[in-house]
Structure formats: C-alpha cells, structure tokens
C-alpha cells in the first residue's frame, strides 16, 4: 500500500511524541525517517521505528535530552547528545557545523553520546540550502572485518557528502563503506541465494558466499573485500577513518564497543567512550571561491561524467545521488510504498502509544 | 646498491637547486622524493627525477615560483600554486592549514595550479608534532574508469590520514583510491603476469586480467571492481570525492582535463581550470578534546585492532602505516636501496646539470 508522505510524516510524529518526546525532537525522528523512505532506502526508514520505540521502552534511550556542545572553538564544537535518538543529536550538530561555517568558513563538530541516526544523507544535505558542502559520518555496530581479521571490529560506517550545484540537481553520496549492507545480505539469505566472494567471510576467515553468515559469525569484509589483491587494505582505511573520527575525536565507543542499537541484544560489558558518535563537517563554498564560479565548474563536472560513453547501454554512468531522486521524485508524486510487514509493526505500535492509527 | 638517505637527499637537493630551483625549494623536493623512498614507495621517489626534469626542460614547470594564498577566511585558504613543482606548492599549503588550525581550531587548503605533489602522506604528516590530525588529497591523470563507463575520467587520486597518538607510533593511512595503482600494473605487465578480475577494463568497459591493457585504452577500475555487486561505485564516490575537492573548490582541471605530468605526453586542449589540485587539512585534536586523552584512546584503538584474532598466522592485522615504518626503520639504519636503472638515470642527469655524481 501507499500513503503521502505528509501523512507518514505526521503519523510518525505523533508516535514519537506518544512515546515521550517533545514535538519539536519528534519531528525531526520522523522527518529523518520519511527522507529515508522518499529516497528509497527503507532499511533505514520505518523499519527502525519498532527498534526505536524497544530502545525508549527499556530506558535505553532519552526522549527528554538536551543535546548541547560542550567544547568549542571558531570552527568545531564537540556535542554530547545525551543519549537521545540519533536524529535529534545529528540534526542539532549538523546545525551548530553551518552555524560554524558561516563566521569560519568551515564548521566540524563531533558528537558523542548518540545512537543510530537513520541516513547519514540527511544531515549532510541541510548545508545545500546554505551553499556549503555538507559531510556526514558515523560509526556503528561491528559487523566488519579488518584486513587479515576474523574478528568483527568496524561498523558499515557510512560516508555522506552533498555538493551544492548550479543547474544540476546536486552531487548527494551516501554510501557504507562497506561493499554490501546488512539489509541486502538478509534478503539475499532468504530468498536462498548466494553472494559472490568478496562480500563476506565465515567465522575463521575464510572467504563465504553465504549472506546468512552473519548470523554464524561471520563478518562483512571491507570494500575492495579480503586480503589486499583487489584492495581490501584500502577500504579497510576508509571505514576505520569514519570509526575514528566519529568516536575517538567525540569521545564516543569506537569499533567493538559502539553499544547495540537494538533492545533485544544486551548492553556491552565493556564501555570506552559515551555511546554511539558521528562526525559533521560543513564547508562555506565562498571560502574557496565565488559560489557561483564553484557551481557552474561543478555543472560542468557532472555533464561530462554523465555523458561520458558507457560500457553497456543498459547503464549510463550516473552521478551520486540520481537514483535516489529519481525514487524520491515518483513517491512524492505517486505515495510512498509500505510492505504489509511494516505496516503491521506501526499498527501495533500505535495501538500500544493510543495513537489515531495511520 | 644502497645509499645513506643524508646522501641522497642533498645530491637530489643539488639537481633542483641546479635546475634552476631556490636552494629552500630544492630541499623540499628532494625530502619528499626521500620520504618515499624511505618508506617504501620507489615510484613516488627518485624515479621521479626523470620526469620532473624533463617537465622543467620543456618550461611546462616553474622553478622560481611565488606560492600564495589567493583568498582567506579564518579557517580556510586558497592558494596559487604558480605552476610550482607539486612538493612546493604542497608543503606551503600544509602550512598554511596548520597555522590556520592554531587559530580557528582547524584549517583547510585547497591548491590550485600545481604539479605532481609525490606522496600524499607526507603532507599528512606535517600535522602530527602540533597534535593535530592531518589530511591530504590531490588528483591526478585521468586513468581509472567510473562505474559503468567505459572512458577515463578520474586519476588515482590518493587519500592520505595522519593521526596522533600517545605510545604506539601514529596512524598513517596513504593510499590510492583505486584497488591498484598505475606502477604496480606495469611492474606485472614486464614480468608477463596476468591480474584478477576487478582491477582493470578494456576500452570497451569490459573486464579484463590484461595489466597492460591501460597501454591500449583500457582503464583501472574504481575500489571495488567494475558494475556494483562489490561495491565499485561506492569506490567511484571516493575517487571523484578527491578530484571536486582538490579541484573544483581550488579551481584547478579535473577529471578527465588534470595536465599530464609527464613531459612526453602533448598539453591538453581543453582546460577547465588552473593546473592539478589538491587538498589539505589540519585539524587540532585539542579543538575537541584534551590531545591526551585522544592519543591515549588512539592507543586502546590500536592495541585492540593490532591484537584481533588473525584469520590467517602468516598475516597478523596492521594498522596502516605499520608496513611503510618497517621499511624506514630498515633504511635509516642499512641505507636506502637505489635499482641500477634509476642510479643510472640520476647519474645522466647529473651529467647533464653538472652536479657532482652521487
């Protein structure tokens, strides 16, 4: 079934707001969360309401925080999200980042003491408006192996940045590091297919074409997959960088330590930081250049890869960002698609907070 | 044969300085090469001799260049890198980001009308004696192929990271961004090898085990292969990352439009900007929190990685940088090996300069 967006909006809002938080955070969960569901990722749309609202009833979560920068200078402010739902802890950090930019030229904030804040997109695209380059990382829970390990360390720790453009719809990339999420290893798994090696490794080591392997130990390999021959050392780097930043220059719990973010798993023994970090970047265009000169020249950067000849006429080269609009522009028009599955999750849900079902 | 790294850097110092480079310039150069060198990475190092005369022979480089910023804000600057040898223009421009970073809490510089700047890392690390986190990044000739595409548009463009730490030795991330670099391919190609899938194209976009292949227009792919089943275009991401960094916020050429660096090879026609771009950060740790209790935290991070279960005995988990310490700390001691073909390369262009031979 479909619904408008407005409505899953407002339907949203009004859940979180059953369940304790003041209009305001509410919205913001449920804007984050419907972004996700526009821009066809629903992995990280209304599916995670269920573990949101499990994490706020075993108290895991603080639905009345007061999420405040408790370090700064000019260009960087270090905020304690004070345990509250990831997007209302991102949402003011990515604002403090452009208030930053707007008297620095650049604004970095590193934000501890958070949990998981839905598409790391979200944030980075709130610079757009304000003709800034917008960034956006966090860590998350281990499911990934380092090179040469068999252990799981990292998280999938995702990498968004948005570039502001001219006439083009803006350069949005939003990706985990990692070559394949969690999500479509499950789906994979019980469709009963295999995954090509370079995906993922069971839990010695060894290379797996079993998505389901995770639930055996296995682990999620690096981009560029195991070993180092196609440059697993590479995306190793990459996804590690995103651990770091995120949590050592927060203060919050790095790789094995970032707490679950779902209620039915326990909380680890082990704390080296203050829950889950991110890490925000915002970036004043007309620090470098007149904004108009960077976004033409960035126009120009998108019409010649994207009319660059392809090697299979079924696939053009695209730019970061296309298929999610393209998924975006049909759902703000034609309603956004919710699986019976979900649905039925949200009834119940509603049914448990008393809240007019969707 | 094997040389004292003293040795060959004030004999490389003394080719610049008598290619007509200031006796201050000369000295960065010749560091930088020797830093590559000593680190393991001979194609950034003195076989780069060759080319970077050839380039000033043929005034395609400028030797007494005056390397400035262009535009400032408190934490950010642009700056002209008149054509200078890349190491110049770099390491000026590293500076100017770490001077900004005391002030504003960061800084960032982005370079326009450069060259070849060497290795990546070396810029990168600059920033660890002022306890800061250093980035580096810069573009390069078009070699690697999108996702899906069947042309060359995007270089090599390398990511470097230092990170300071308290006891273990620091974090140094500094590589490609592609799963396999241009020297690495060649080297494979003299000896008759074949590579797997996943590392390079032919010029029609389809897959190929050829490492010669880029002689006849095929191309490298992007981290995590052709198509996106392992994730090459979210290596596609990383790589075109680096090229709008160094080069559409510098406004120097990107993509497919980056200057040769070799002086064989014709000037483009078309130019999109001024020379080759890079990119630098300086962020101050303490700009988030006290620079002990990160590098401590940077420790346990460490320690917990480098102490994982290894899926294989032969290959213990590293920290990047591990390896390119090993080999310094072996050459600092027995002396830095130097191939005939490049000894003999160096000897001619001595000859032809008139410096004393090595």
């Not at 075993?58 to 200078?73: H, L």
Request: net charge negative; with cysteine; aromatic share 8%.
């Amino acid at each position: 079934m479909k619904f408008h967006h407005q409505k899953l909006r407002r339907f949203t809002q009004s859940l979180f707001e059953a369940m304790g938080c003041p209009s305001a955070d509410a919205e913001v969960v449920a804007d984050v969360l419907i972004a996700a569901e526009l821009r066809g990722i629903p992995s990280h749309g209304l599916m995670r309401v269920k573990d949101y609202y499990a994490m706020v009833k075993a108290e895991r979560i603080n639905t009345s925080p007061q999420v405040r920068a408790t370090y700064e200078t000019p260009s960087t402010a270090t905020v304690d999200g004070d345990n509250a739902l990831g997007p209302v802890a991102a949402k003011k950090s990515m604002q403090i980042a452009i208030e930053k930019a707007k008297v620095a030229g650049t604004g970095w904030v590193a934000t501890n003491n958070s949990n998981h804040y839905g598409i790391a997109g979200y944030y980075s695209m709130m610079a757009l408006e304000h003709d800034m380059i917008g960034i956006s990382l966090t860590n998350a829970n281990p499911l990934v192996a380092p090179t040469y390990s068999a252990e799981r360390l990292l998280g999938t720790n995702p990498i968004a940045v948005a570039i502001p453009t001219q006439n083009e719809p803006p350069f949005i990339a939003d990706f985990a590091t990692t070559p394949i999420a969690r999500g479509k290893l499950a789906i994979k798994s019980k469709l009963g297919e295999s995954v090509p090696i370079g995906l993922v490794q069971d839990k010695e080591g060894s290379p797996s074409s079993n998505p389901g392997i995770l639930e055996q130990g296995g682990a999620i390999l690096t981009l560029g997959g195991g070993g180092v021959d196609l440059g697993g050392h590479k995306g190793y780097c990459m996804t590690a960088l995103v651990d770091i930043f995120s949590s050592v220059l927060s203060g919050a719990n790095f790789g094995p330590f970032v707490p679950p973010q779902v209620a039915y798993l326990p909380l680890l023994e082990q704390s080296v930081g203050k829950g889950l970090g991110h890490f925000f970047g915002a970036i004043r265009i007309d620090a470098f250049r007149p904004a108009v000169e960077f976004k033409k020249s960035m126009d120009t950067w998108i019409h010649t890869f994207r009319t660059s000849k392809s090697a299979d006429f079924a696939n053009p080269v695209q730019i970061p960002g296309d298929n999610e609009r393209k998924t975006e522009t049909a759902y703000l028009k034609d309603g956004v698609p919710v699986i019976s599955k979900i649905f039925d999750e949200l009834c119940e849900i509603a049914d448990a907070l008393n809240v007019e079902q969707l």
